[in-house]
């Protein structure tokens, strides 16, 4: 017989079997945040602490902005795993929100439909670009001559 078979067994990684999901990330200056969306029942997680406990405590609405903005209806049937490293605790916080925002849009066009996944993408660009444009500013480099990136030491005549 050729060695093709027709009717071979559907192996766990193949169209059929796939869970519907999506892996987007997140990025701010070096942190780097990566958003695992499947479907479920509105978990949130971010490095296996639910999003409600995330420190610093004054950052967290930062992280649940797309969230409130959203509304809580949308982002009830998916469960979202994120893994952040990398930055510091601004950083981090700037890099879940955008992983969060960036991964629903992406949900959306993919397993929902356009219109829905249109509506998101306005209004959280209407809000602020961040959320789903990362931001390309990186800290410069230092030159010898001073003591930073730009300013140089102080210069005496006598």
């Not at 490293?85 to 992983?99: D, E, F, H, P």
């Amino acid at each position: 017989s050729s060695g093709i078979n027709a009717e071979w067994p559907l192996r766990p990684g193949s169209r059929e079997t796939m869970v519907k999901s999506v892996q987007v990330f997140g990025r701010k200056k070096t942190a780097t945040a990566v958003a695992y969306t499947k479907e479920g029942n509105g978990m949130i997680k971010v490095n296996g602490v639910p999003i409600d406990l995330l420190e610093p405590s004054a950052l967290r609405y930062k992280v649940l902005e797309p969230v409130l903005l959203l509304g809580k209806k949308r982002f009830e049937g998916v469960d979202i795993r994120i893994r952040v490293r990398g930055g510091g605790a601004t950083a981090r916080v700037y890099a879940i929100r955008q992983s969060i925002s960036k991964s629903l849009v992406a949900y959306y066009q993919k397993f929902v439909d356009e219109t829905s996944k249109k509506e998101i993408k306005d209004i959280l660009l209407n809000y602020d670009k961040s959320m789903l444009v990362a931001d390309p500013r990186r800290c410069e480099p230092k030159k010898f001559g001073g003591p930073g990136a730009r300013a140089k030491y102080q210069k005496s005549y006598r």
